[in-house]
């Protein structure tokens, strides 16, 4: 059993900052294998799309939509990760999914709402 648990969301105004974090937890023979960690979203109506992933070694990859205001990091416990959002606008409104890919298979938790509203 894993366990993917996502937190830090919440109501920003435009061109405020916000930060996610995400926890993994559980059984260490499949989170040993993790892949990638990273960070999705989904707004009503539309398909769950890349906002930025990171490797066992720490490389990264963002979404172009996102490039240049989201970082995302690891802490010493490489099971945990963050995303700092910076200039937040009304489009990043959206749930936000933490994802850990392990052993060719992914979890998922079950989502932080960031909403970006004047």
């Known amino acids: 059993q894993v366990q993917v648990v996502e937190s830090g969301g919440g109501l920003v105004q435009p061109g405020g900052s916000l930060r996610l974090s995400c926890v993994v937890s559980?059984?260490?023979?499949?989170?040993?294998?993790?892949?990638?960690m990273g960070w999705y979203r989904q707004s009503p109506g539309n398909e769950r799309e890349l906002v930025a992933t990171?490797?066992?070694?720490?490389?990264?990859n963002y979404g172009n939509s996102v490039k240049g205001r989201f970082t995302i990091s690891r802490d010493g416990d490489k099971y945990t990760i963050y995303l700092q959002m910076n200039d937040l606008k009304p489009e990043d409104t959206a749930v936000y999914y933490c994802?850990?890919?392990?052993?060719?298979?992914?979890?998922w938790g079950r989502g932080t709402q960031v909403t970006v509203s004047s």
């Open positions: 990171i490797t066992k070694d720490s490389a990264t």
């Open positions: 559980g059984n260490i023979f499949v989170i040993r294998y993790m892949e990638t």
């Open positions: 994802d850990l890919r392990a052993g060719s298979r992914d979890y």
